[in-house]
């Protein structure tokens, strides 16, 4: 077995691009996801660690330091972050020239063959389900026998094997959670709308939505929910309350939707229920009264849900399958139950107007989430969007970050500018926070744990700062136009 080292490379400062994440970009506050994609395979090779580099303030020189302990590094990239990734495998190949580098993620798993060919210090790629592939290169298996492997070979030559099945015996699969305790420090992960500390990781991949926008579904996890039976489910969260203790205050099922499947989701719920653990998960804005109060019975506190548009016309473009009246009736449960929602919302989706932007603004401000999260529509390489992007001519440039991280839009429309995108993500943060339900709510939650009152006051100002900034990047973009023209 080859020593071997999972890698969450250094990046921008705050920049949430790694393995875990669902928003690859600087976020609003700082907010980090565990790395659960480099987890699991690092919990299949014997022997191997985990670095998380961001979230642990790691930098290049800390990873250098180590570069020679390990024979095989295997980095997770995404479109955004490719090029600083890619810097950091020739770092590590400068100091160890004998080191194997190969790269997992959505953006490789889509372009191996591109990938390789623009970056000739990568030995290798991982399409799609990448677990086991992983184990395979780490036992020494020669490359040409190992499915879902692109690779270079001794001449440079590129060589595409067979695709490999998806996994469907997740009971199988070891739990992530030791992996964790090992090697990261917990206390480093952030969530705004999550206790801390908090641990988030997946029950099984895969979700049977067709959004035209997300990701993992498209790329990797495919259309079919794949799970661990709930008494598989509930013996990894024993594992995890030995391994922690009370350190933990909420657990994040990071499924894509981890409700769809109502009877599993509530035999889950009260096995947590049983270990006395509050719990949160990703839901749709399906979920009927009954399933809700089982579920908030049996320690549910948050839902995260994703609402998209306060507009029929984009959500039935999107395929997104949601109603809005059916959100609203939703929400209403929830508020009688007491569950929180954080409500997930996107701007420059296709057909967007500035009506439909003023109308996913009141519908926001209507339902009424505990808290929201504003994302910019990004075509990711894989996805139904970026393949209309492509044929309609919508996109207006590669770039999905700043040089600080931060999301920019890589999206126009001959009605919808870049600027105004952008413009009307700060202006629907302002005017869902500016008003007096959100901020009583806030008060009264930092009036009741001191905890809360330091971490809210931090959060505030990092939202300031990142309005502010998200300001003087449109203020400076737009003098750049000015003097070009």
Same mark, same amino acid.
């Given at each position: 077995?080859?020593?071997?080292?999972?890698?969450?490379?250094?990046?921008?400062?705050?920049?949430?691009?790694?393995?875990?994440?669902?928003?690859?970009?600087?976020?609003?506050?700082?907010?980090?996801?565990?790395?659960?994609?480099?987890?699991?395979?690092?919990?299949?090779?014997?022997?191997?660690?985990?670095?998380?580099?961001?979230?642990? +303030?790691?930098?290049? #020189?800390?990873? %250098?330091?180590?570069?020679? !302990?390990?024979?095989?590094? =295997? &980095?997770?990239?995404?479109?955004?972050?490719?090029?600083?990734?890619?810097?950091?495998?020739?770092?590590?190949?400068?100091?160890?020239?004998?080191?194997?580098?190969?790269?997992?993620?959505?953006?490789?798993?889509?372009?191996?063959?591109?990938?390789?060919?623009?970056?000739?210090?990568?030995?290798?790629?991982?399409?799609?389900?990448?677990?086991?592939?992983?184990?395979?290169?780490?036992?020494?298996?020669?490359?040409?026998?190992?499915?879902?492997?692109?690779?270079?070979?001794?001449?440079?030559?590129? +060589?595409?094997?067979? #695709?490999?099945? %998806?996994?469907?015996?997740? !009971?199988?699969?070891?739990? =992530? &959670?030791?992996?964790?305790?090992?090697?990261?420090?917990?206390?480093?992960?952030?969530?705004?709308?999550?206790?801390?500390?908090?641990?988030?990781?997946?029950?099984?991949?895969?979700?049977?939505?067709?959004?035209?926008?997300?990701?993992?579904?498209?790329?990797?996890?495919?259309?079919?929910?794949?799970?661990?039976?709930?008494?598989?489910?509930?013996?990894?969260?024993?594992?995890?309350?030995?391994?922690?203790?009370?350190?933990?205050?909420?657990?994040?099922?990071?499924?894509?939707?981890?409700?769809?499947?109502?009877?599993?989701?509530?035999?889950?719920?009260?096995?947590?229920?049983?270990?006395?653990?509050?719990?949160?998960?990703?839901?749709?804005?399906?979920?009927?009264?009954?399933?809700?109060?089982?579920?908030?019975?049996?320690?549910?506190?948050?839902?995260?849900?994703?609402?998209?548009?306060?507009?029929?016309?984009?959500?039935?473009?999107?395929?997104?399958?949601?109603?809005?009246?059916?959100?609203?009736?939703?929400?209403?449960?929830?508020?009688?139950?007491?569950?929180?929602?954080?409500?997930?919302?996107?701007?420059?989706?296709?057909?967007?107007?500035?009506?439909?932007?003023?109308?996913?603004?009141?519908?926001?401000?209507?339902?009424?989430?505990?808290?929201?999260?504003?994302?910019?529509?990004?075509?990711?390489?894989?996805?139904?969007?970026?393949?209309?992007?492509?044929?309609?001519?919508?996109?207006?440039?590669?770039?999905?970050?700043?040089?600080?991280?931060?999301?920019?839009?890589?999206?126009?429309?001959?009605?919808?500018?870049?600027?105004?995108?952008?413009?009307?993500?700060?202006?629907?943060?302002?005017?869902?926070?500016?008003?007096?339900?959100?901020?009583?709510?806030?008060?009264?939650?930092?009036?009741?744990?001191?905890?809360?009152?330091?971490?809210?006051?931090?959060?505030?100002?990092?939202?300031?700062?990142?309005?502010?900034?998200?300001?003087?990047?449109?203020?400076?973009?737009?003098?750049?136009?000015?003097?070009?023209?």
């Amino acid at each position: 077995m080859k020593k071997t080292l999972f890698l969450s490379p250094p990046s921008f400062d705050g920049f949430d691009g790694g393995a875990g994440a669902r928003y690859q970009a600087k976020r609003e506050i700082t907010s980090y996801w565990f790395p659960t994609w480099l987890a699991q395979p690092a919990a299949l090779v014997p022997g191997s660690k985990l670095m998380d580099a961001p979230p642990h +303030h790691q930098t290049m #020189e800390d990873v %250098l330091a180590i570069a020679n !302990d390990y024979e095989l590094f =295997v &980095l997770h990239t995404s479109t955004p972050s490719l090029n600083n990734d890619v810097a950091c495998a020739q770092a590590i190949k400068a100091r160890n020239p004998h080191a194997q580098v190969g790269l997992i993620g959505a953006h490789v798993a889509v372009l191996p063959a591109q990938t390789l060919k623009e970056a000739p210090v990568i030995d290798f790629v991982c399409r799609n389900e990448f677990d086991y592939t992983c184990l395979d290169v780490a036992s020494g298996k020669p490359l040409s026998e190992i499915k879902g492997l692109s690779w270079r070979d001794a001449d440079g030559r590129l +060589h595409h094997n067979p #695709e490999r099945d %998806l996994i469907h015996d997740w !009971d199988a699969m070891p739990s =992530v &959670l030791p992996v964790y305790h090992r090697d990261l420090k917990i206390e480093n992960y952030f969530i705004g709308y999550l206790q801390h500390p908090y641990v988030s990781f997946y029950t099984g991949r895969g979700c049977p939505a067709k959004c035209s926008f997300c990701l993992w579904p498209q790329t990797i996890g495919g259309h079919v929910y794949r799970t661990k039976s709930p008494a598989a489910v509930i013996r990894e969260m024993e594992i995890g309350k030995e391994l922690f203790g009370n350190k933990v205050r909420e657990w994040m099922f990071d499924d894509d939707t981890f409700t769809i499947d109502k009877e599993r989701a509530i035999a889950i719920a009260k096995g947590m229920k049983k270990l006395k653990l509050t719990w949160s998960c990703n839901a749709r804005a399906h979920l009927d009264y009954e399933t809700l109060r089982q579920l908030r019975d049996n320690g549910l506190r948050l839902l995260l849900v994703g609402f998209e548009s306060g507009n029929q016309q984009i959500l039935n473009r999107i395929k997104k399958g949601l109603v809005l009246d059916t959100a609203r009736e939703f929400m209403r449960n929830c508020r009688k139950l007491g569950i929180r929602v954080h409500g997930t919302f996107m701007i420059g989706l296709p057909i967007e107007t500035q009506e439909t932007i003023e109308e996913t603004i009141r519908f926001a401000q209507e339902i009424d989430p505990f808290s929201i999260q504003v994302s910019i529509a990004a075509p990711y390489p894989g996805t139904e969007l970026f393949r209309q992007a492509t044929e309609h001519g919508w996109i207006d440039s590669k770039a999905m970050i700043s040089g600080s991280g931060m999301q920019v839009s890589t999206l126009r429309y001959s009605h919808l500018s870049p600027d105004e995108i952008e413009d009307a993500v700060e202006r629907m943060y302002r005017r869902f926070y500016f008003r007096h339900r959100p901020i009583l709510r806030f008060l009264r939650e930092m009036a009741g744990d001191r905890q809360m009152l330091v971490r809210r006051l931090r959060e505030g100002g990092e939202f300031f700062s990142y309005l502010r900034e998200r300001k003087e990047s449109a203020r400076a973009r737009n003098q750049q136009l000015q003097t070009q023209s």
